[in-house]
């Protein structure tokens, strides 16, 4: 089973707009920890903001915010001030602790981001 | 000061030859972790270690392997690199201490293209 969904391969904002970039995770493990990440075309996975299980508070982190849902299961991203240079591949991830496991982080399939001038 | 180190950046390696792709770590981070993307693709874990413990992913095929020799380094052995194996290939670390710590660390990766 999936364990992190994206659902929208592709989206487009015009610049200074905010977007939203949906993620939906699956876990049993109470302790978890979700993480976004931007990959430029150049292919290096940049660390954008991250939420624990157990914060209380979203995340934020300058222009990028995390939508933390925990009874929904969801963790969006979200871009204010959208800038030409946010143009990149955001990447969802997951670490927990499978059943009988250790730790380990997964990823979601992606979301294309396009900001238009 | 670069934390996670892939070295190459770039490898050609010929159809069926074996190749290793090396990855350094300045962290200390317990957890090594390697990924294979292929393009307009999610990264794919292979495996990971933790500490000495190797722990493979139930669908990365044999043709892969990993050694960690000590905390500090983490090798990627493709036994025999077939053509679908040309991907960019990430090496990635984290504390592993709980899941209360902060991101992982990502090498810039090793383009692996196969002739």
């Known amino acids: 089973a999936q364990k992190i969904t994206q659902t929208q391969p592709g989206m487009f904002v015009q610049e200074k707009e905010a977007v939203t970039l949906d993620c939906t995770y699956d876990?049993?493990?109470?302790?978890?920890?979700l993480f976004w990440y931007k990959q430029p075309s150049s292919g290096e996975m940049i660390f954008l903001i991250y939420q624990g299980s157990y914060d209380q508070q979203n995340a934020t982190e300058g222009r990028y915010s995390l939508n933390f849902q925990k009874a929904r299961k969801s963790a969006n991203l979200v871009i204010s001030a959208s800038q030409l240079g946010d143009s990149a591949m955001y990447f969802c991830?997951?670490?927990?602790?499978?059943?009988?496991?250790?730790?380990?982080?997964?990823f979601g399939k992606g979301t294309k981001l396009t900001v238009n001038p | 000061d670069a934390m996670v180190i892939q070295n190459p950046r770039y490898q050609v390696t010929q159809f069926g030859k074996p190749v290793t792709l090396s990855c350094s770590q300045t962290l200390n981070h317990n957890v090594m972790y390697w990924y294979q993307q292929k393009s307009s693709q999610a990264p794919k874990l292979l495996f990971h270690?933790?500490?000495?413990?190797?722990?493979n992913e139930a669908d990365t095929p044999d043709n892969f392997q990993s050694r960690r020799p000590n905390t500090s380094f983490c090798f990627l052995d493709i036994r025999s690199p077939g053509l679908g194996d040309a991907a960019m290939y990430l090496c990635?670390?984290?504390?592993?201490?709980?899941?209360?710590?902060?991101?992982?660390?990502f090498g810039q990766g090793t383009r692996l293209t196969v002739v």
């Open positions: 876990t049993s493990d109470p302790s978890y920890g």
């Open positions: 990635a670390t984290s504390r592993g201490q709980g899941v209360g710590n902060t991101e992982a660390f």
């Open positions: 991830a997951m670490r927990d602790r499978p059943q009988g496991g250790s730790e380990k982080l997964v």
């Open positions: 270690y933790y500490d000495k413990d190797f722990n």
